[in-house]
Structure formats: C-alpha cells, structure tokens
C-alpha cells in the first residue's frame, strides 16, 4: 500500500531564516504531488505541483519555492522567511490520469510551520 | 474554471440525528467530486467520490453523498452522526479533462452535540 511521508512535523523559525520541507511517498511510481498552505485552520492553498521529476508548476507566486529532485520526493523551500509564511503545509500525492486514476489525493500528515 | 462553494462554515448536529454538509460546483466540463476529512492537526482523509454511474455514493465511516447534476451539487450525509464525526470537511471538484488538480471549498467545522 502506498504511504506519504512529510518532516518536520513541526518547525518554529526566525524571520528571515531558511525553509526545507519533505515529503515523500511509498509504494507508487510516477506520481502527481502537491504542496498546500492552510492558514487558520481552513482553506487549502495550492502553491506548487509537479508531473514528474524537475517538473514544478507554481501556482502563486511568493517566496517558497519547490523541487522534486527524486520520482517520489518533493521538496519545499524558502530562502528568507517572512511572518506570513506561517501555516499548515501539506504534501499529497494522486496517481497520474495516464495510470488511471481519478485525480483523488492522498494528504500525508503536515507540517506545521511558525515564524516569528 | 471549476469552483467549489461550502455555503455553511458552521454546522452543528444533536448526536443521533442525521447530518447535512452542503457543497455545490461549477466546472465547464463533467465532474469528478471528492469529500475529505480533517482532524485537528492532521492531514486530510478521503472519504468518498463521485467518478461516474449510481448518483449516490458510500464511502468510509458510514458517509454517503448524493450527484445532482441539474443543482451541481454533491451534498454529504450521514444518518445518524456520532460525537467522533466533529472536524473540518472539505468538498473538492476537478474536471475529467485536462490538468488533474483539485480545487476545494472552503471548508465546514462540522459539531456533533452529545
């Protein structure tokens, strides 16, 4: 069976200071991920996608950036983080339409992010 | 574009009745339809799907949630809600062509009253 993994679970960072998140997922290949920001407990935020791997599509443009250096592991990543960025990040993984699957996704278990 | 509408942000149930959590689409195309849960904390779970066929769906925990195409909505019930049900529940729409992201709703805190 197939299982999504993300690190930290929880971070606390300074202003300005760097970001790095993992996720990564098990018992697939060639999979769909995706990384969310819920902010205040709600809405989910898409910010990046990817097919495949060096393959990122963005889409909001801010200061976070995303790389998929391996099939099945996705990274994301801030140079300098500000105080907005705090939030609940969430990685999830779908099977391709070209496998097909139906486009459910499948949300590992977060990370949730503060910056003061 | 596809859009997802959850017009309740609140919705609280006496334990033993049964529930209602609304959701209403709009995509230019068919659509494929998903509910998920969220506890405090926690990833979202997949709960059901509408992909085609039978308008009524079951998925886990006893949910179910019914396609209307003529009202473009994809409402989930329950018969009898249970104290453990209380989270955030999120419907989410994408179309059957094209690029397969999901787009959610804003979600809704579902309350079961002991």
């Known amino acids: 069976s197939q299982t999504i993994h993300q690190w930290p679970a929880t971070l606390v960072q300074p202003v300005g200071s760097p970001l790095s998140l993992e996720c990564t997922v098990e018992g697939t290949s060639n999979p769909n991920l995706y990384w969310y920001r819920q902010a205040a407990g709600r809405g989910l935020q898409l910010l990046f996608y990817?097919?495949?791997?060096?393959?990122i599509s963005s889409e909001v443009p801010q200061n976070l950036s995303a790389s998929r250096p391996q099939d099945r592991q996705f990274i994301l990543s801030s140079k300098k983080l500000l105080l907005s960025d705090s939030g609940f990040y969430l990685c999830a993984w779908s099977q391709s339409l070209t496998s097909g699957g139906y486009n459910e996704q499948f949300f590992g278990p977060g990370t949730r992010l503060t910056v003061l | 574009a596809q859009s997802v509408a959850q017009p309740e942000d609140q919705v609280n149930v006496a334990e033993g009745n049964p529930l209602t959590v609304k959701c209403t689409y709009s995509?230019?195309?068919?659509?494929?339809l998903f509910w998920y849960v969220q506890y405090p904390n926690r990833g979202l779970q997949f709960l059901l799907k509408?992909?085609?066929?039978?308008?009524l769906v079951k998925g886990s925990y006893g949910f179910e949630a019914e396609f209307n195409k003529s009202q473009t909505s994809f409402h989930l019930k329950k018969p009898s809600a249970l104290v453990s049900d209380s989270a955030l529940y999120f419907c989410?729409?994408?179309?059957?062509?094209?690029?397969?992201?999901?787009?959610f709703g804003t979600g809704t805190r579902l309350t079961v009253i002991p």
């Open positions: 990817s097919v495949g791997i060096g393959q």
């Open positions: 509408y992909i085609t066929g039978d308008n």
């Open positions: 995509v230019s195309g068919n659509p494929y």
């Open positions: 989410a729409v994408s179309e059957q062509t094209g690029a397969n992201n999901l787009f």
